[in-house]
Structure formats: structure tokens, C-alpha cells
Nanobody, 123 residues
């Protein structure tokens, strides 16, 4: 089992940057792909980005390409989502998830979820 804890959310202005972190509970973290998902108020949870267990494959939803960057540090059992040029429509609760081996899809298999971190972007 893998426990995931997100951090780094907050209130920012449009155009600002924010980096979210997803800390895993131990070595098992390194065996999973990692994904980030967002859930705006009153809407469904949607895929944002993913990275393979070794970090060689990344995948993004179109709205995140060029603005967001996913990465991971295996030594720290932590994954990150760097978000730049934030827009009010990026306001959402962001969740990280432990994924299966196929991360190059907008509908990856999710094994574990974190509890989420709130990102609010004011105009």
C-alpha cells in the first residue's frame, strides 16, 4: 500500500506560479507511475498530467501543455507539479495518484489517491 500526501496549494493571482508536491510513504512509491488530477468546484475530477515510475515518460492534458511540468525525485519518494501562468480556471482541488504502468493515457488505472490540496487562482 502507498500513502500519498499532497502539499503546496494556496491562493495565488492569475499569472503566478505554484509547485505542488506529492510525498509517498516509502519505497513502494517508486514502483508506481504518478498522476495529477484536478477537481474544480462542482465538477468531476479530471486528469492533468502523469509520469512513469522511472520518470522517462510524461503525459499532459492539452490545457496543461506548455504551462505545467510533472517530475519526480525517486530518492525523496516525491513527485511534483510545477504550474506556471496560472489562470482562474485552474482553480480546483488537485490530487495526486499512484498509477499503473501505462501512464500515457488520460484515463490511467489508479491504485491510490492522496487527500488533495486546494489551488485558488484569483483574477
Amino acid at each position: 500500500q502507498v500513502q500519498l500526501v499532497e502539499s503546496g496549494g494556496g491562493l495565488v493571482q492569475a499569472g503566478d506560479s505554484l509547485t505542488l508536491s506529492c510525498a509517498g510513504s516509502g519505497r513502494a512509491f517508486s514502483s508506481y507511475g504518478i498522476g495529477w488530477f484536478s477537481q474544480p468546484p462542482g465538477k468531476d475530477r479530471d486528469f492533468v498530467a502523469s509520469i512513469s515510475w522511472g520518470g522517462r515518460i510524461t503525459y499532459y492534458v492539452d490545457s496543461a501543455k506548455g504551462r505545467f511540468a510533472i517530475s519526480r525525485d525517486s530518492a525523496k519518494y516525491t513527485a511534483y507539479l510545477q504550474m506556471n501562468s496560472l489562470k482562474p480556471e485552474d482553480t480546483a482541488v488537485y490530487y495526486c495518484a499512484a498509477l499503473g504502468s501505462d501512464v500515457a493515457t488520460m484515463n490511467p488505472k489508479v491504485y491510490y489517491w492522496g487527500q488533495g490540496t486546494q489551488v485558488t487562482v484569483s483574477s
